[in-house]
């Protein structure tokens, strides 16, 4: 799926304009992008974890010579998924909820 769609689909399950849908999306990735260049972990319940990690500086090599190249520190953003999405994609059935005891 690319943007396209999800925005097609989201404007159809919602009863919206295409155009307030493409906002939405556009809004939530830019939120989610800020907020962890900030420094903040952005938790999703039930979907994941997004993050920057920090890389420090190291030594590489370039591949077609061999030679010892110095690759700079930077900043990772990374993903992790919530145990229901894991599942999910596994093919794991959510466990059916149980009864409160007395």
């Known amino acids: 799926m690319n943007t396209s769609e999800l925005i097609n689909q989201l404007a159809a399950r ?3 304009t295409k155009e307030l ?4 999306i556009h809004d939530m990735l830019h939120l ?3 907020t ?3 420094g903040q972990d952005v938790s999703i319940a039930g979907f994941g974890k997004f993050k920057v990690t920090n890389r420090p500086a ?12 110095n690759i700079p520190a930077s900043r990772k953003f990374s993903f992790t998924t919530a145990k229901a999405v894991r599942d999910e ?7 059916p909820p149980t ?4």
């Open 32 to 34: 989610i992008v800020s």
């Open 14 to 16: 919602h009863n919206i």
């Open 36 to 38: 962890a260049a900030s």
């Open 89 to 95: 994609l596994n093919g794991a059935k959510a466990a």
């Open 21 to 24: 849908s493409k906002d939405i």
């Open 58 to 69: 190291r030594q590489g090599r370039n591949p077609s010579t061999g030679e010892v190249i």
């Open 99 to 102: 009864k409160k005891k007395k």
